[in-house]
């Protein structure tokens, strides 16, 4: 006696509806991190120290939104007179400055940082930096939040961070995006 085998019916897979791709977003590598964190390391200015956070902390409240076409202070700012801590996410940047802030209880404020490259990224000719009075650092772009504390800042004057993009140029441009938190070392 013979054994016949019926096999099942193929069915197609599954559709996936345009709300449920998602864009394939490479996450980094440990070995790529770890480079990013030491090429930021070794472009530190002498007062400025930098602690890998990992993950951002949520949002305690209402958010500037810097962003090359203008950006948005919320909350009940006072532009020339405020205060940290504040929340802060920017979008499509290039080069701009953030809100004007005054330190009163220490001499060193910290900036949490998450980035990630936007259009036109390529690596080989950009960088993204913050500065704060004349001392750049190095942000890599990686999805990877760390804080920088900047010590010797005056308290009780105007401050202002930078965000900018090195090496856009000749049509070359690229755009960073991301989001953070301006604080005190123990906040």
Known sequence: MGLLLLAAPVQAAPTAEAADVKPNTPQPSAAEIEANNAAAR????????????????????????????GSTFTGEVNALAEKVPYDYKFSRVQSLYGRIFQITESSTVCKDVYATWDAGYHEKYHSFNVSLRGASVLVPADGITRSWCWSGVPTYKDLQFYYYVSGNSQGHYAFTSGRGRVRYPWQ
């Open 42 to 69: 070794a472009a530190l200015p002498p007062n400025v120290t930098m602690t890998v956070i990992g993950k951002l902390p949520k949002y305690n409240g209402p958010a500037d939104h810097y962003s090359q076409n």
